[in-house]
């Protein structure tokens, strides 16, 4: 075998690795890792850093209690909004639902349908007429 037919096998050897791979790029998954709406995400950061400013500097993050059947929020003021569950390990677990303060200032969220482990609770409520915007991880046991 002279040279010049090693170099042909050589650069068809190349070339089947880069179509290979070029398939395999193609058929792959998307990335679950990567929001969908990055982009209005992007646009609304501002808003949401001044809202968790906000938190700071009013002292008004929520205490978070984990009972075995509930997750109570204890509120410093009334306050009304959203909470957001995320589930890092599956996006398909994330749950949202809105809330509201009790007479104690309380919001209880029950446990029942929320898989064990961690996830991030993304919360987001007016209380004074002041909007909040408070994120923190717990495990759920």
Not at 68 to 88: H, M, S, T
């Amino acid at each position: 075998m002279n040279w010049g037919t090693k170099l042909v096998i050589g650069m068809l050897c190349f070339m089947s690795f880069i179509i290979v791979l070029a398939v395999l790029m193609i058929n792959s998954k998307t990335d679950a890792l990567v929001d969908t709406d990055y982009y209005q995400k992007g646009l609304d950061y501002d808003k949401d850093y001044s809202r968790k400013e906000q938190v700071k500097s009013d002292n008004a993050a929520p205490s978070i209690n984990i009972t075995r059947d509930y997750i109570v929020l204890l509120f410093k003021n009334k306050a009304k909004g959203d909470i957001k569950l995320v589930r890092n390990a599956d996006q398909k677990m994330d749950k949202k639902m809105s809330i509201q303060t009790d007479s104690a200032n309380e919001v209880k969220i029950p446990l029942k349908g929320i898989e064990k482990g961690q996830w991030r609770l993304i919360i987001s409520w007016m209380s004074t007429e002041k909007a909040y915007l408070n994120e923190q991880e717990v495990i759920i046991p």
